[in-house]
């Protein structure tokens, strides 16, 4: 995998796994910047190829009056201010035909959200910008399917396509990760392993996910031993206080010491 397409990135040549991390949504400029820098000290310190994350609007919500966004071109402007203030290229998921361009005009990376990856004339439309397409697997999709969600980005003149694992549906209320699939999907494509989503409990009574963010490093240790090219990792400084996928998250406070480890079993990992 060529990291080295995507603008602003650094350390590619650390031997390490990527990381695509920062907050389920933007909140708001202060939030957005506060992230991203402790994310980007931590990932220097460690030589981690670091993408920032945040979605510019939430379509997918349990409830109507949950939180969606502070508006589209606001929540995009501040994606691009955080490129542009710490010179690191950014990641947003498109939901809508017309959002490709949109947000491909500020960000770096298009990813196309689990439920959705199906849609052809959203994922061919990401795929004609130009960006790097991060597809997501569905949580009712096998591994295996996601061969022809690659194949429709490639189709579509575009070579540059992820695939990210974020978990599958087991039962009504919870997800669980199949380490077998990542193999299958390296296969098609560099893999990212989503964590914390991986860990949603969904479809709660309350109308409001849950999660397990106590598991967080177990899931992630077993991504860096089966060979993740990437990883993809939620994180703020209050998650519960986020208005959106708290349960999940995990505290800012606790990314060094996690991404610490990591690097450390990937070492062990390439030795083999």
């Known amino acids: 995998m060529n990291l080295n397409e995507i603008p602003k990135i650094k350390h590619t040549n650390s031997n390490n796994f990527f990381l695509l991390a920062g907050p389920c949504a933007i909140e708001s400029e202060d939030m957005a910047l506060r992230i991203a820098e402790k994310v980007i000290a931590i990932t220097d310190k460690l030589e981690i190829p670091f993408i920032f994350k945040g979605s510019f609007k939430k379509a997918n919500r349990s409830r109507i009056d949950s939180f969606t966004g502070i508006g589209d071109e606001k929540a995009l402007k501040i994606l691009q201010k955080v490129s542009n203030t710490f ?36 994922v061919v439309a990401a795929a004609q910008t130009g960006k790097v397409v991060n597809l997501k697997k569905g949580q009712f999709m096998s591994p295996e399917a996601m061969k022809h969600a690659v194949q429709k980005v490639k189709d579509a003149g575009n070579e540059k396509v992820w695939i990210t694992d974020r978990g599958t549906m087991f039962g009504y209320q919870d997800m669980i990760v199949d380490f077998r699939g990542i193999p299958t999907m390296r296969e098609y494509a560099p893999t990212i392993l989503d964590v914390t989503h991986s860990l949603q409990q969904p479809n709660q009574s309350a109308g409001v996910t849950g999660g397990r963010p106590d598991m967080i490093e177990t899931i992630a240790r077993a991504g860096i031993v089966n060979n993740v090219d990437g990883l993809f990792i939620e994180t703020h400084f209050d998650p519960a206080n986020a208005k959106s996928d708290g349960a999940n998250m995990l505290h800012l406070d606790n990314l060094e010491k996690l991404l610490t480890n990591l690097v450390a079993i990937r070492r062990v990992v390439n030795t083999l």
Do not use: C, G, K, N
């Not at 990813?111 to 052809?120: D, E, G, N, S």
């Open 87 to 122: 010179d690191v290229p950014t990641v947003t998921d498109i939901h809508e035909i017309s959002d490709a361009a949109m947000a491909a005009a500020y960000v770096d990376v298009l990813q196309i959200p689990a439920f959705l990856v199906r849609q052809t004339d959203l």
